[in-house]
């Protein structure tokens, strides 16, 4: 059985409730493909609406989860409360926390972890910057954060994973479809020699890094990418084009 395709939109610091509202009218008015799976991320005081009036099939996922249970953690959203919001996915590791936040891989890890352990699917991100990309360690960089969690959590199942260079988020800048695919095999033989062959044939990576209903085809025919997590063009109605990518 094959690996059904995956479109996240992940909205980050962007939105109001009219804008999202609109988008999610969007989404609930049109024709999506039926075969994708599709989860959006808007910023957290926005989850509750877009949950409550989003059609059934699209998910809604948090861009954010801390690694403790419900205390005394100022501005922080535990997993629980994130589960008992009906919302059944996070992000973890997206670079621009990883870079701009400090998350390092440890700490990456133990948020996969705890929001796995309490029923959540994850979207984990990885991926590598320019100077890392350019010194040849892009695939040093994504394995050793992989490693991290794989140091914590044995049961994949419930991970997808989105390889996002940095250097390509946000900046019009995307990797070519021959770099993408050649990362995505290099994720997919570390899962199977680091988890279980199993785990490598079953789970989804995606491509991030300003994709655009312009590159998604072409991205979306390559053997190891299974979807896309998409930035900015979320917040647009290319977003509907980007999920009926692999029609």
């Known amino acids: 059985m094959g690996r059904q395709f995956f479109v996240g939109g992940n909205f980050k ?16 008015n ?10 959006i991320a808007p910023p957290a005081l926005y989850l ?7 059609r059934d099939s699209v998910e809604v996922a948090a861009q954010n989860v801390f690694d403790k249970p419900n205390g005394a953690f100022t501005g922080e959203i535990s997993a629980e409360q994130i589960r008992d919001s009906g919302i059944g996915w996070v992000l973890a590791g997206h670079s621009e926390r990883r870079v701009v936040l400090g998350e390092d891989d440890k700490f990456v890890a133990s948020k996969t972890k705890v929001a796995l352990d309490s029923g959540l699917s994850v979207i984990l991100c990885v991926g590598e910057t320019l100077e890392q990309r350019e010194a040849e360690r892009t695939i040093e960089v994504v394995t050793q954060q992989l490693q ?17 260079p940095v250097w390509a988020i946000g900046t019009g800048k995307v990797a070519t479809t021959a770099q993408a695919q ?22 989804r990576i995606l491509y991030g890094g ?18 896309f ?3 900015g063009a979320s917040l647009k109605p290319a977003f509907i084009d980007i999920i009926n990518s692999h029609l």
């Open 182 to 203: 050649e990362v995505h095999a290099a994720i997919r033989h570390w899962l199977s020699s680091n988890v279980s062959p199993e785990a490598a044939a079953a789970t």
């Open 13 to 28: 610091m962007n939105g109001t409730i009219k804008s999202i509202t609109s988008i999610i009218e969007n989404l609930n």
């Open 229 to 231: 997590l998409v930035g």
């Open 210 to 227: 300003s994709v655009s209903e312009k590159n998604c085809r072409e991205l979306a025919k390559q053997e190891d990418i299974d979807g």
């Open 148 to 164: 991290a969690v794989a140091n914590v959590v044995s049961d994949w199942s419930k991970i997808v994973i989105a390889y996002e």
């Open 48 to 54: 509750l609406l877009a949950r409550e009036h989003l």
């Open 30 to 39: 049109a024709k999506l493909d039926e075969k994708t799976e599709v989860v």
